[in-house]
């Protein structure tokens, strides 16, 4: 007995108690003995722990890649907006120039024509209709006096901003005889005194033929205007108040008589007294509209404003006029377009303006043409 209770306890301590064993609810896993409904529920917990993890990392992945999308799209829009900054930076820096305080002698440094034509962007300010005026008169003032005299790189320069304004003419049909009458000046002066121009006869012969070549061109130009439905509104269906508007927009006179010598019913507008005396208040001052308008009284002590317009404009020339000029700031002498603007000392350290120029105030001149020339040497 003692033998067999000893058997007893041996099995007892090294196999499961046997009903446990052949119950389906007991299984073996890597742990140990285990029920199978707890081992069922652990699997469901760590399938769903499986599924919410491959979520979580699908979730992980797209957020990683619409990071990595949104990464190279800035990188690429930083490298867009450097190169338009870089650009910008060009451009802005070719429409401005500081001159030098104190004169050649004091700082060494001084510009020639060719350079101030090639930076402050005579060519690219041919496209603008508002400089094209401007760049023309500086244009014909070359011509007349500094044309014998320019060096090859002003030469060059010059000439490609004859050819631009010549292109833009021919797209638009506009300006045509002011860059004609340029281009016929150019030719006679060329002409004129060839041993005392600077560079060689080659060179000079080259920009004659290439005169030649944009007068034809010009010459070519073809007005033919379209074609006219029969049921559009025309100029002379407009009323008196809006043709009389239009030609009130025209400063020159001379556009307002051609104007008028369309048809009788303009030419009675176009003689608006009015519009005469108007004209003659802009282009001239009172003194010198009160020195001569005595002398244009009629029977009724009215004052013809036309002939005094005439005979003022015989005297002291019209008023050039200009949408778009070169200034020259009075901060820190430097030439710029005026919708162009430059990078004043001013603006940009405004606490050093406030603390040490507080009684400085910043101010700009409009340059005319002819002050703009001034300031350069002349050859």
Same mark, same amino acid.
């Given at each position: 007995?003692?033998?067999?209770?000893?058997?007893?306890?041996? &099995?007892?301590?090294?196999?499961?108690?046997?009903?446990?064993?052949?119950?389906?609810? #007991?299984?073996? &896993?890597?742990?140990?003995?285990?029920?199978?409904?707890?081992?069922?529920?652990?699997?469901?917990?760590?399938?769903?722990?499986?599924?919410?993890?491959?979520?979580?990392?699908?979730?992980?992945?797209? $957020?990683?890649?619409?990071?990595?999308?949104?990464?190279?799209?800035?990188?690429?829009?930083?490298?867009?907006?450097? &190169?338009?900054?870089?650009?910008?930076?060009?451009?802005?820096?070719?429409?401005?120039?500081?001159?030098?305080?104190?004169?050649?002698?004091?700082?060494?440094?001084?510009?020639?024509?060719?350079?101030?034509?090639?930076?402050?962007?005579?060519?690219?300010?041919?496209?603008?209709?508002?400089?094209?005026?401007?760049?023309?008169?500086?244009?014909?003032?070359?011509?007349?006096?500094?044309?014998?005299?320019?060096?090859?790189?002003?030469?060059?320069?010059?000439?490609?901003?004859?050819?631009?304004?010549?292109?833009?003419?021919?797209?638009?049909?506009?300006?045509? +005889?002011?860059?004609?009458?340029?281009?016929?000046?150019?030719?006679?002066?060329?002409?004129?005194?060839?041993?005392?121009?600077?560079?060689?006869?080659?060179? #000079?012969?080259?920009?004659?033929?290439?005169?030649?070549?944009?007068?034809?061109?010009?010459?070519?130009?073809?007005?033919?205007?379209?074609?006219?439905?029969?049921?559009?509104?025309?100029?002379?269906?407009?009323?008196?108040?809006?043709?009389?508007?239009?030609?009130? &927009?025209?400063?020159?006179?001379?556009?307002?008589?051609?104007?008028?010598?369309?048809?009788?019913?303009?030419?009675?507008?176009?003689?608006?007294?009015?519009?005469?005396?108007?004209?003659?208040?802009?282009?001239?001052?009172?003194?010198?509209?009160?020195?001569?308008?005595?002398?244009?009284?009629?029977?009724?002590?009215?004052? $013809?404003?036309?002939?005094?317009?005439?005979?003022?404009?015989?005297?002291?020339?019209?008023?050039?006029?200009? +949408?778009?000029?070169? $200034?020259?700031?009075?901060?820190? +002498?430097?030439?710029? #377009?005026?919708?162009?603007?430059?990078?004043?000392?001013?603006?940009?350290?405004?606490?050093?303006?406030?603390?040490?120029?507080?009684?400085?105030?910043?101010?700009?001149?409009?340059?005319?043409?002819?002050?703009?020339?001034?300031?350069?040497?002349?050859?």
């Amino acid at each position: 007995m003692p033998l067999v209770a000893k058997e007893s306890r041996c &099995s007892s301590s090294s196999v499961p108690p046997p009903p446990a064993v052949s119950n389906s609810n #007991w299984v073996r &896993s890597g742990s140990g003995w285990e029920k199978f409904i707890a081992l069922r529920e652990n699997l469901n917990r760590h399938i769903k722990r499986l599924a919410r993890d491959s979520s979580n990392s699908r979730v992980i992945l797209s $957020n990683i890649n619409n990071r990595n999308q949104e990464v190279e799209s800035s990188q690429d829009q930083n490298k867009e907006n450097e &190169s338009n900054r870089k650009k910008k930076s060009i451009d802005h820096h070719s429409c401005y120039i500081f001159l030098p305080r104190g004169g050649a002698k004091k700082t060494g440094f001084y510009f020639t024509i060719g350079e101030v034509l090639n930076r402050l962007d005579f060519s690219g300010a041919v496209h603008d209709h508002r400089r094209f005026n401007y760049v023309c008169r500086i244009l014909e003032i070359i011509t007349e006096s500094w044309l014998f005299a320019l060096s090859g790189l002003a030469q060059k320069n010059f000439f490609f901003i004859l050819e631009e304004s010549v292109t833009v003419v021919s797209e638009t049909k506009l300006y045509v +005889n002011r860059v004609k009458k340029i281009l016929q000046d150019i030719s006679k002066n060329l002409l004129k005194n060839p041993h005392f121009h600077v560079g060689s006869p080659k060179t #000079w012969n080259k920009w004659l033929d290439l005169v030649k070549d944009w007068l034809q061109q010009l010459n070519t130009i073809d007005y033919t205007p379209t074609e006219i439905r029969v049921d559009s509104l025309q100029l002379m269906d407009l009323p008196p108040d809006c043709l009389n508007r239009i030609m009130s &927009s025209l400063a020159n006179a001379k556009d307002i008589v051609n104007f008028g010598l369309t048809c009788k019913y303009i030419h009675e507008i176009s003689e608006y007294t009015l519009r005469w005396e108007k004209l003659c208040r802009f282009h001239f001052t009172q003194q010198q509209i009160t020195s001569i308008s005595p002398k244009f009284l009629d029977s009724d002590n009215k004052v $013809n404003w036309k002939g005094v317009y005439s005979r003022l404009c015989h005297r002291h020339g019209n008023r050039e006029l200009y +949408n778009n000029v070169l $200034n020259l700031c009075n901060h820190c +002498n430097c030439i710029y #377009w005026t919708d162009g603007g430059h990078p004043c000392s001013a603006e940009i350290t405004p606490e050093f303006s406030t603390r040490q120029f507080s009684d400085v105030v910043v101010t700009q001149q409009n340059l005319t043409p002819e002050e703009f020339m001034k300031l350069w040497p002349t050859p």
